[in-house]
């Protein structure tokens, strides 16, 4: 679970932006779930190694992004290589018999507010994720990768909610 | 017939889910025009409307779904997705929808088991 992030940069007209990230899932959430196939069967592959998956995506977004400025179509092919290379990069983690989705959001700092939220149906003894939120002076981005098992225990609703409110716009005075 | 039935039952149908995600944000956010309070209420439910919506299909499978609500202000926003699945089972469906005063992004994912 990461913390809030800080505020951007030191200039006299401050964007601030900050964003939380929160997993919970409980039991209680699918009592009235249809269960369309029963347990099949004990999990025989490692965790997901969400540590390792937090440091590639820090390095990912952080060389992507560090330099740029935000321009509509730079922006629009670093999204896509950001979640490609991403992916390939915990592929090659190889942990065995994992599906991986991973979605990366790019977006120009405005006066605008936005949120992005998640809902999972899985299996929490093996399943989870992990989220980078990644600013700079002229533009913010998110990135997450969920990595699910081919398996099933047990149903269970995970909310991820990224709140990530990007419309503060604070003067400060000299 | 038999095995037609198992195999559409079975899979992600992008129309089905497609479907199933336009009537939850219609019915959390259509007609509304955007309010900062309420953005978060209006995520959650798009977003919960949807899962349980496709957890009544009764399919085995996993599913993550993703909502963005931004306001309208003119500026940009990205996103891509990337996956590494099964081909021949997993699928996603990723609505745009907007209005005058923001735009709502969900993507749902289908993971089979």
């Given at each position: 679970m990461q913390g809030p992030v800080g505020p951007v940069g030191t200039q006299r007209d401050l964007w601030e932006l900050w964003g939380y990230v929160g997993a919970m899932g409980t039991a209680g959430d699918c009592?009235?779930?249809?269960r369309p196939v029963e347990n099949t069967g004990t999990w025989p592959?490692?965790?997901f190694p969400v540590a390792a998956v937090d440091e590639i995506l820090r390095e990912v977004l952080g060389s992507a992004l560090r330099e740029q400025r935000y321009e509509p179509g730079p922006c629009r092919e670093a999204a896509k290589d950001i979640a490609e290379v991403v992916k390939a990069r915990v592929k090659?983690?190889?942990v065995p018999r994992y599906k991986i989705v991973v979605v990366a959001h790019i977006g120009q700092l405005g006066q605008q507010s936005l949120q992005i939220s998640s809902r999972c149906l899985w299996d929490p003894h093996t399943d989870t994720f992990s989220s980078y939120v990644f600013k700079n002076t002229s533009l913010f981005a998110v990135a997450n990768v969920y990595g699910t098992s081919g398996?099933?225990?047990k149903w269970c609703f995970a909310s991820t909610f990224l709140k990530f409110q990007a419309a503060f716009f604070r003067k400060f005075s000299p | 017939m038999d095995e037609f039935q198992t195999a559409e039952e079975a899979s992600f149908l992008v129309d089905e889910v497609s479907s199933i995600i336009k009537e939850a944000i219609e019915s959390a956010i259509g007609g509304n025009a955007y309010q900062h309070s309420k953005v978060n209420q209006w995520t959650t439910s798009v977003v919960e409307q949807t899962l349980s919506q496709l957890t009544k299909l009764g399919k085995p499978f996993k599913y993550i779904v993703t909502c963005v609500i931004m306001q309208k202000n003119g500026a940009g926003l990205h996103t891509a997705s990337s996956c590494f699945w099964d081909n021949s089972s997993d699928g996603t469906?990723?609505?745009r929808w907007e209005n005058k005063t923001m735009y709502c992004i969900v993507s749902a994912f289908g993971l089979a088991i």
């Open positions: 009592e009235g779930i249809q592959g490692g965790r090659a983690l190889q398996i099933f225990h | 469906c990723t609505v």
